[in-house]
């Protein structure tokens, strides 16, 4: 299958201060990157949806100012937690999809986002 | 509303075969992926049905029955190595994937 990174892995910051994830698809052009939140044992919850160039479709209840979200290439979408509190400590994963809509959608290794 | 009802736990003795159903509701229908999640891990991919019937992938089989709204992932010859969550995600008119909590498979010598 297609690869997707993601950097950092694990990441731990201070409450207040603001962290960046970034996704990267290796080997193919991903038209639309999703970003997840995963709590333990609970299932993926879709955060937003994003198309490259244009603005992030976040779902209900997702703050777009707190997790800004830009796709500005057909390879790269970055998330960003601004402010962030430990609530927001949690399992965030990207996946991506090719130029169809019925693609597969194939997931980065995760980023998991300690906040003390 | 959508929805998907899978078993939250099932277990199976390695080398045996399990099958692992779901059954959902969406508003409107493109396919249906089944993905594996390994504790700790994210989702990777095993297979997707978007017509009717048996799609064969090595040891992993998937089943579609669009007129029952009914799917089926098939594991043959489990090894230890399949513990581990089974997502079965159908895809919305909107092309979005609806996620359950998936079922969680315990593989036990």
């Known amino acids: 299958g297609a690869v997707v990174s993601q950097h950092p892995s694990r990441v731990i910051c201070k409450s207040g201060t603001s962290v960046k994830i970034e996704c990267r698809s290796l080997?193919?052009?991903?038209?639309?990157m999703f970003w997840y939140r995963q709590f333990p044992k609970k299932s993926l919850m879709l955060m937003a949806t994003s198309n490259e160039g244009s603005k992030a479709t976040y779902e209900q209840g997702v703050e777009k100012d707190k997790f800004l979200i830009n796709h500005a290439s057909l390879t790269l979408s970055t998330l960003t937690v601004t402010s962030a509190h430990p609530e927001d400590s949690s399992f965030y994963i990207c996946?991506?999809?090719?130029?169809?809509?019925?693609?597969?959608?194939?997931f980065g290794p995760g980023t998991r986002l300690l906040v003390l | 509303g959508q929805n998907i009802d899978q078993p939250t736990e099932m277990t199976a003795t390695e080398g045996a075969i399990v099958q692992i159903n779901c059954t959902y509701q969406t508003s409107g229908f493109n396919g249906l992926f089944w993905y594996q999640q390994h504790a700790g891990e994210a989702p990777t991919f095993l297979s997707y049905n978007v017509l009717d019937g048996l799609e064969e992938k090595g040891r992993f089989s998937s089943f579609l029955s669009r007129s029952k709204g009914y799917s089926y992932l098939l594991l043959k010859e489990l090894q230890m190595k399949d513990s581990a969550s089974y997502l079965c995600?159908?895809?919305?008119?909107?092309?979005?994937?609806?996620w359950g909590a998936g079922t969680k498979l315990i593989i036990k010598p």
């Open positions: 080997d193919f052009q991903a038209t639309t």
């Open positions: 995600a159908p895809m919305d008119s909107n092309y979005q994937l609806i």
């Open positions: 996946s991506a999809r090719g130029t169809g809509a019925q693609e597969t959608q194939y």
